[in-house]
T-cell receptor, first 108, second 120 residues
């Protein structure tokens, strides 16, 4: 079973920041937080991961709370192509376990 | 760089028939994964190979599913006989190496486009 809780769906206006929350209250000290997304009819795509510090790459930023029980994925300027299902996964040295994710709809 | 290749993209069969899917991972990737994704759910790992050896097949229904990666490169997943509940997208993924998350470039999984199986 997935160790994370995410909202089922969210909407975001094009050009605005999309903030996708994830709760992982049972995360252990060595587990990382991973984010993948899956655009319709495609396989999942890696976005970002982190342990406890905030992380940023060309796709997104990951903000992890100090107690590590929750995190937020930020897409700074959402475009229509960011419409997808976003999966938050916690893992250490174990297979990826995908939940149902958050369906993000970016609206023009 | 070429991505993970899968074929066929779509397959329709009747229950109790057999079907096989093929995956060619990214060149040089030692680890290969097969996932099953039922409509409305996230992908579920079926089997993980490290080179040509099985690392994890705990969720593979071994009475009807089999997979092989004989030369440590491409892989086939077979279902025999198929059931209605096997209707799903079968995704193949590869990574440079398996194991822990400490080196993201080594453990990022790259997914293929999947094979959509419909069992009638």
């Amino acid at each position: 079973d997935a160790k994370t809780t995410q909202p089922t769906s969210m909407d975001c206006a094009e050009g605005r920041a999309a903030n996708l929350p994830c709760n992982h209250s049972t995360i252990s000290g060595n587990e990382y937080v991973y984010w993948y997304r899956q655009i319709h009819s495609q396989g999942p795509q890696y976005i970002i991961h982190g342990l406890k510090n905030n992380e940023t790459n060309e796709m997104a930023s990951l903000i992890i709370t100090e107690d590590r029980k929750s995190s937020t994925l930020i897409l700074p300027h959402a475009t229509l192509r960011d419409t997808a299902v976003y999966y938050c996964i916690v893992r250490e040295d174990t297979p990826l376990v995908f939940g149902k994710g958050t369906r993000l709809s970016v609206i023009a | 760089e070429a991505g993970v290749a899968q074929s066929p993209r779509y397959k329709i069969i009747e229950k109790r028939q057999s079907v096989a899917f093929w995956c060619n991972p990214i060149s040089g990737h030692a680890t290969l994964y097969w996932y099953q994704q039922i409509l409305g759910q996230g992908p579920k790992l079926l089997i993980q190979f490290q080179n040509n050896g099985v690392v994890d097949d705990s969720q593979l229904p071994k009475d009807r599913f089999s997979a092989e990666r004989l030369k440590g490169v491409d892989s086939t997943l077979k279902i025999q006989p198929a059931k209605l509940e096997d209707s799903a997208v079968y995704l193949c993924a590869s990574s440079l190496a398996g194991g822990g998350p400490y080196q993201s470039s080594y453990n990022e999984q790259f997914f293929g486009p999947g094979t959509r199986l419909t069992v009638l």
